[in-house]
């Protein structure tokens, strides 16, 4: 079984520019989430969708983050205008469903540095 | 908002000796999931706990959820070098749609 696909694995910008993530998750799962992770912290949940369907994004900083997932698949995050302190690691994850609280399926992650 | 609470966040110990860990969460749980994540890697699922007073065991690894739902803990016997990584415990709240809320986890590493 395929696991999930992100890319880039890793980006580096200059504060101010912007900057796009995409991910694939297991064929099947209903559930994508995307995550920022800072150096030496647990992941924090950015956004959660079921289906093509926004779920939760209570922790999404909407003025400059963005996410969609349109055809209930495929992913992208987007950051615009990235500042420094978005450096991090965004990983997505994929689960079956959120009727139940499956276990979570993690991507490699995409190393951001914004100088 | 809801909080998990993993201290310490790192631990040195020998191979051979047992480790233990603790996660602590303001509000009671729904259930709870522990991943690792190797240096370098992604989180990887471990476990879920669900019942009050739950205890779970992958060969030397021991998980076990609070009888009040509001704590876990994990134990590793004899450590060994392929233990080392950073430990998550990630609680969900009833009715949180499967939204989990990761601690800070601990990094644990072995010495030979």
């Known amino acids: 079984e395929a696991g999930v696909a992100q890319s880039p694995r890793y980006k580096i910008i200059e504060k101010r520019q912007s900057v796009a993530f995409w991910c694939n998750p297991i064929s099947g799962h209903a559930t994508l989430y995307w995550y920022q992770q800072i150096l030496g912290q647990g992941p924090k949940l950015l956004i959660q969708?079921?289906?093509?369907?926004?779920?939760?994004d209570s922790q999404l900083p909407k003025d400059r983050f963005s996410a969609e997932r349109l055809k209930g698949v495929d992913s992208t995050l987007k950051i615009q205008p990235a500042k420094l302190e978005d450096s991090a690691v965004y990983l997505c994850?994929?689960?079956?469903?959120?009727?139940?609280?499956?276990?979570?399926?993690f991507g490699p992650g995409t190393r951001l540095t914004v100088t | 908002g809801q909080q998990v609470m993993q201290i310490p966040q790192y631990q040195h110990v020998q191979e051979g000796e047992d480790f233990t860990t603790y996660c602590n969460s303001s509000?009671?749980?729904?259930?709870i999931q522990w991943y690792k994540q190797r240096p370098g890697g992604h989180p990887v699922f471990l476990i879920q706990l669900v019942k009050s007073g739950e205890v779970k065991k992958q060969k030397r690894l021991t998980f076990q959820f609070g009888e009040a739902k509001k704590n876990s803990s994990l134990h590793i016997t004899a450590t060994q070098t392929t233990d080392v990584g950073t430990y998550f415990c990630a609680g969900e709240v009833a009715g949180a749609n499967s939204k989990l809320t990761f601690g800070k986890g601990i990094t644990l590493s072995v010495r030979p």
């Open positions: 969708f079921q289906n093509n369907g926004v779920v939760d």
């Open positions: 509000t009671t749980l729904s259930n």
């Open positions: 994850a994929s689960s079956l469903d959120l009727v139940r609280n499956y276990e979570q399926y």
